[in-house]
């Protein structure tokens, strides 16, 4: 009977209009990790490529719903990653650490506007601006000046799932998939060295919490 009562209660629970409603706004903080999955040319004559390693920072978004099932994301974070040499003569080679602004705009579609649990799906367009490069003390060495990184546009899609614990406050975890690429000048004085293109794409997993106002 107890098991029976819980059911009930829980089948109650879902059915109550606390999803977000049109002209709703949603502000979220969550804890992110950038999970690179990079592909490059080769450096060089060298044989190797590039890697990106993950990182783990905070993040900021907000939502504005215009419908009960439609709604707007924008997404805020700044995170810094270390690039290093895989493969190749310089495997395992330092290759400095460059920091990203990757604002993201992703429309999204909630099937089910009504209950607790709100599922949605995205997809959208990322812009990222590459700054504040820091030189390894290896390509130093090598008579490597600097790295001058283009900025990069490219599509991005999510599917997430906010669990609503009354009217206003929820939980919510994100999945994200990002095209960014990007054209790596490497600089010996004023010249170019070499040109080597990353396609750095990365999924981006995500857990907060969120506020609906």
Do not use: C
């Not at 190797?48 to 009960?68: G, H, I, L, Q």
């Not at 805020?76 to 604002?103: F, N």
């Not at 010996?188 to 070499?194: E, M």
């Amino acid at each position: 009977m107890r098991t029976k009562a819980l059911l009930i209660v829980m089948i109650a629970m879902l059915a109550l209009p606390v999803a977000a409603d049109a002209g709703d706004f949603i502000l979220r903080l969550r804890a992110i990790n950038i999970s690179p999955d990079e592909t490059s040319e080769e450096i060089g004559d060298f044989g190797s490529y590039v890697a990106v390693d993950s990182a783990t920072v905070p993040e900021v978004d907000f939502t504005w719903m215009f419908a009960s099932t439609l709604g707007v994301e924008v997404v805020a974070a700044i995170a810094d990653h270390d690039l290093s040499a895989t493969g190749g003569a310089i495997s395992g080679a330092d290759l400095g650490t460059v920091s990203l602004l990757p604002p993201t705009v992703v429309l999204q579609w909630h099937p089910f506007p009504e209950g607790l649990l709100d599922f949605y799906l995205g997809a959208g367009v990322n812009y990222t601006t590459f700054y504040d490069y820091d030189l390894s003390g290896t390509l130093a060495g090598l008579g490597v000046t600097d790295i001058d990184f283009s900025d990069s546009f490219g599509l991005a899609g999510n599917v997430g799932l906010s669990v609503y614990l009354g009217d206003h406050f929820h939980f919510n975890g994100d999945i994200k998939y990002i095209q960014i690429s990007t054209d790596a000048d490497i600089q010996v004085g004023s010249d170019t060295l070499d040109e080597v293109s990353v396609d750095i794409d990365p999924w981006v997993f995500g857990f907060g919490i969120g506020w609906k106002f």
